[in-house]
């Protein structure tokens, strides 16, 4: 069996051009947590089936542990990190903190990444399509009606 070979990859996280050594086949979330030290997206199932490790991509939800390093390589990616700072937060993660809807706050990267998807193609959803939305990211703390009205509160700001 051949081991794939680092080549230089350039990638556009958060703003900002960064190059990583890696190979092009190895999953994007590796090579943000492990050689970019973003630790939003989390490592879920591993499968794309949880949404624990979603960053958004071109402005779109997508699945970082599926996804091959080289087919982000140029494109605009934005980590949890990206969405705001501590003392600025992005509109949705402040009424997530506002709405107190993290709980265990393993799912949450997952749910901000599709919510901020979501409000990007979509700033006035109804709660029928806030729930759809993330009809994809396994929760099991309980908040979702929290995280629903989160959303719907960023919605309106």
Do not use: W
């Amino acid at each position: 069996m051949t081991t794939p070979t680092s080549t230089p990859i350039t990638l556009h996280v958060n703003g900002k051009v960064v190059d990583v050594n890696v190979s092009p086949e190895m999953p994007l979330l590796y090579a943000l947590r492990n050689d970019l030290s973003l630790k939003g997206p989390r490592f879920g199932c591993g499968l794309g089936q949880c949404g624990a490790c979603s960053v958004l991509i071109d402005g779109v939800v997508q699945r970082s542990c599926v996804l091959p390093v080289g087919a982000a390589a140029g494109r605009p990616i934005t980590t949890l990190e990206g969405m705001g700072t501590p003392e600025k937060p992005d509109p949705l993660q402040q009424a997530f903190i506002d709405e107190q809807a993290v709980q265990c706050g393993y799912c949450i990267n997952g749910m901000l990444i599709a919510a901020r998807s979501l409000l990007n193609t979509n700033p006035k959803p109804t709660e029928a399509q806030v729930k759809e939305a993330l009809a994809s990211n396994l929760c099991r703390c309980g908040t979702h009606m929290r995280i629903v009205r989160a959303i719907l509160k960023a919605s309106e700001a």
